[in-house]
Every structure is written in C-alpha cells, then in structure tokens.
C-alpha cells in the first residue's frame, strides 16, 4: 500500500482504505485495477455502435487485424459512430421527461446566449435544431450510412441542442453545502444515502431524525448533491470515495436511490450494514429501527474521525447567485474548473492542485460537482455552482455582464455520465475553450479528431482532449496560454 497517494489525495481516505485492505473488503479501487487494461477498442472508438446484430465488429487500431467491419464499416466512421452515441445516450440523460412523454423538448437559450448559439447552428448547417434531431441521430445509429463529417456534424448539433433544452436554475437561489468526514465525528445512528432521492423524502427524513435523541440519528449522503430544504444533505464524500466510508463502519444504513452504483449497495450487504430503496424509506419507522440495530451491532473501536474535517460552501444556483458569485471574484481572469471523480487519477489531485496553481496565476475559479467539493475540503477559495449545469449558468451570466472574455478556459476534470460530454460538445460549439481532462474514445481516427476539430474552431470554440489522463502541468499551461 505505499503506493496509496496513487488512490487519493486525503490522508483521512488513505488511512480508510489501509484498514479496509487488512480486513481484505475490496473497493471500487481493487475492481478498477482487475480491469486493466480496459478494452482498448472502445476507449479508442473502434468497437462498433451501430444497432446491429451482425456484430459486434471492432477494427484493429495497429493496422494488423480486421480495417473493417462486416458490413464494410471503416474506422473513421465507426469512430464518429461511436461519439454520436455518446453524445445521444447524453442528450437523452438531461431531457426532463417527466409529466406527459408527449411533450417533447423545449428548446430555450438563454437570453444572453442566444446570438452564441443562432450562430453556432448557422455554422454547423442544417435545419433549425429541435426535438426531430433525436430522431435523425437514432436513425442514423441504426445502420452504417452517412459519412464521419455527417455524423460528427450531428453529435455537435446535440451537444449544443443539450444546451439549449437544459433545465434552468431557479430563479433565485443558493443552497448552502457541508463536507468531509468531520460530519461522522460524533456518535450516532447514521443512514448515508446515496443517488438521487426526491427532495420531499430527504427533507421528511430530515425532520424525523431530528426528533430522535439518545442515540441522535444523521442523515449524510455519499457524494451526492442531494436538495433537502435550504441546505444540500450533508456530503462525507467524493463520490469516489463512497465506498471507502461505507467500509468505515461508521454507516449504519444505506438508502440506495436510482443512480447508487451497484458495488455500493453490494459492498454494504456484505458488511452486514442494511440496504433499503429509496421507495422503502417512506416505512420511517422500520428504517429508523433497522439502522438502530446496525448501530447497536457496530464495532466499538471503529473510524473516529476529527470533528474539524468539515469544508462549508454554498452552491449558486440561481443566474443571480451565480452572477453575485462571478462579480465578487477579485480576478479579471475566471476558470471554470469541475467535475467528477475519476479514477484515472489520484481522487482529488487533479482540482486541487490545479485550482492552487492557476490561483497562483491570478485566476479566480468556479467549480461543480466533485472538484467543488475537494475545493471546499481543501479551504480553496472557488465560487461552487450548480452540481451538473454550473458551467452552463457560469457561461450564460459571464456573457450577460459582457465579460466572457475574461473566461480562461472550461475544463472537466472527470466525466461521469454521457451528459457531460455532451455538455462539453456543446459549450465548445458555442464558441468557448473547452477541455476534457480524462481520454475521449476519439484516438482510434485522426479524421473524426481533425472533423472535429475544424467544425469547432468554425463555429469559434475548441475541445481539447488527450490520449492520456491529463496532467495538472498540461492544462495549467492549456489555461494559461492565450
Ligand atoms: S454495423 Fe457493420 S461494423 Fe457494425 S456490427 Fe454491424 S456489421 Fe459490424
């Protein structure tokens, strides 16, 4: 384990993953390393996506095996293929589809960036972006036939259709947002939830906690964002880092909503801690019962973590707040750094270090999702955004004021979802420096790289993206160069 500052960056976290290593419970980190080296194919774009079922083909990128599918499919096309998939798959993610299925999608840019994006869509070509162009990309995902460009053509077209459809925040909010182990320090009955519960159940078992004393009863959640009230639910974690504390015998519940990765609930399992659906807490009473006996059940001389490891930020999500955050950076220059952990790299290396050296540089930062939160642990001073849309109301307020010039770059330190990279495609199509700092099945073509690039920098932008996890120096210099 001398290698553990490769897993992550806090010492608390390292310390946890020691203890769970000598007690032989393996984590998301020992199924990480037995898949390496992961498909190579996919991460280069040359497994075939197409709905077909005479497949799956993949295309050797050494030149010595197969340069072809059966159907006679190239690389290049396989490869754009493969990144309107992704861009499709993220498309689809972000679309509220709840209420009548019928309603199809609502295209509404905001005001200050509709020039951006009526522009962006007059470059690419093409009719008018709508609902249709799920459809069109469906079809052409259906069986080999358009051409690369075509197809690169129509994944940027859903990259910024991602933008404009996006939910918008509320019109005036901020949402306060504690983090880091220091939230475990006290003794009591914890139930940490994980993926995405409703608001009106975190906020119900919030209030039924209260009321219980002796022992007290806390809710946290694992690394998710998750609105309960005036405040997020308290955060012990990264998501990165879920399963570390669930394997700290600190958890004495876990309440899995759609999204809670599968290893998380069958880790809990093992360690004998209770697993409840989201659906299954409204049985308050058992939940809070079933907790209890964990509790009761718990190793005495388990993590006892310092009360002061706790970062408190607060989270804008309105376009004021996000606004009233901008402003008050000090820095004529803003980078827009964020995203999810990644286990490519050392969890939270990446946003801290990186935020620490452009600070350095005089920038101010603004940041989501998991960075936010490793910024917040480390008392780096960083405006927080809304947890997945933050860039969006980031760009669409610097371009309200006039000052998106003073915007150095936007950089996702990690992706998690399809959605991300769609939301990356798009930003960069609406004229903006965009990079991605963990690889792009792209690597597999030089064309649908070149294509892709060159339909970009038409419309004004650019996604930089590497063949390798991207290192803290790469994209300090990325920022920082004109
Ligand atoms: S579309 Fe062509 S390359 Fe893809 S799986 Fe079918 S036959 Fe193979």
């Known amino acids: 384990m001398e290698t553990i500052h490769f897993k992550t960056v806090d010492p608390v976290s390292q310390e946890l993953l020691r203890g769970a290593s000598r007690r032989g419970v393996e984590l998301n980190w020992e199924r990480y390393e037995k898949q390496q080296p992961q498909d190579g194919f996919l991460r280069l774009g040359l497994s075939c996506p197409y709905g077909c079922m005479q497949g799956p083909c993949r295309i050797d990128p050494y030149g010595r095996g197969a340069q072809r599918g059966i159907c006679g499919l190239d690389r290049d096309a396989m490869a754009a293929a493969f990144l309107l998939r992704l861009t499709l798959q993220g498309l689809w993610e972000g679309?509220?589809?709840s209420g009548s299925p019928r309603r199809g999608i609502e295209i509404a840019w905001p005001a200050p960036l509709e020039k951006a994006a009526a522009a962006a869509q007059s470059t690419i070509g093409g009719a008018p972006l709508a609902a249709a162009d799920i459809g069109e990309s469906a079809?052409?995902?259906?069986?080999?036939?358009?051409d690369p460009e075509t197809l690169v053509r129509q994944a940027i077209r859903l990259g910024l259709l991602a933008i404009g459809s996006a939910k918008r925040g509320k019109s005036a909010a901020t949402l306060g947002y504690r983090v880091g182990y220091g939230l475990l320090a006290k003794e009591a009955v914890t139930i940490a939830v994980a993926g995405r519960i409703p608001e009106t159940l975190a906020?119900?078992?919030?209030?039924?906690?209260?009321?219980r004393k002796n022992p007290k009863v806390r809710l946290v959640s694992l690394g998710d964002w998750l609105p309960a009230g005036k405040s997020f639910l308290p955060i012990v974690c990264t998501?990165?880092?879920?399963?570390?504390?669930?394997?700290?015998?600190?958890?004495d519940l876990l309440l899995a909503g759609p999204g809670c990765d599968p290893g998380?609930?069958?880790?809990?399992?093992?360690?004998?801690?209770?697993?409840?659906?989201?659906?299954?807490?409204?049985?308050?009473?058992?939940?809070?019962?079933?907790?209890?006996r964990a509790f009761d059940r718990r190793d005495p001389g388990s993590f006892?973590?310092?009360?002061?490891?706790?970062?408190?930020?607060?989270?804008?999500?309105?376009?004021?707040?996000?606004q009233a955050g901008l402003k008050s950076a000090s820095s004529s220059k803003i980078a827009l750094l964020g995203g999810s952990d990644t286990l490519f790299q050392s969890l939270g290396h990446?946003?801290?270090?990186?935020?620490?050296?452009?600070?350095?540089?005089?920038?101010a930062i603004a940041s989501w999702g998991d960075a936010a939160l490793w910024m917040a642990k480390q008392e780096i001073?960083?405006?927080?955004?809304?947890?997945?849309?933050?860039?969006l109301a980031a760009v669409a307020s610097l371009a309200a004021t006039g000052s998106l010039t003073s915007l150095t770059g936007i950089c996702f330190t990690g992706l998690n979802a399809c959605r991300d990279l769609t939301l990356a495609l798009g930003l960069a199509a609406l004229g903006l420096k965009v990079a991605v700092a963990v690889p792009l099945p792209l690597w597999g073509s030089a064309a649908v790289r070149t294509a892709l690039g060159t339909i970009l920098a038409a419309t004004g932008g650019s996604l930089t993206h590497y063949d390798h996890p991207a290192q803290g120096e790469e994209l300090l210099a990325w920022f920082v160069r004109a």
């Open 239 to 251: 998501s990165g880092e879920a399963e570390t504390v669930v394997a700290s015998g600190r958890i």
């Open 304 to 322: 006892a973590p310092d009360a002061a490891l706790v970062g408190t930020g607060s989270a804008a999500l309105g376009s004021a707040e996000v």
């Open 139 to 146: 079809a052409l995902l259906s069986r080999p036939s358009a």
């Open 264 to 292: 998380l609930a069958t880790l809990a399992a093992s360690l004998n801690i209770p697993v409840l659906k989201g659906e299954q807490a409204s049985a308050e009473e058992e939940l809070f019962a079933q907790a209890r």
């Open 350 to 363: 990446l946003p801290v270090e990186l935020a620490k050296a452009l600070i350095g540089e005089g920038h």
């Open 95 to 97: 679309l509220d589809l």
């Open 203 to 211: 906020k119900a078992l919030l209030k039924a906690a209260a009321g």
């Open 381 to 391: 001073p960083a405006t927080t955004l809304a947890p997945q849309d933050g860039p």
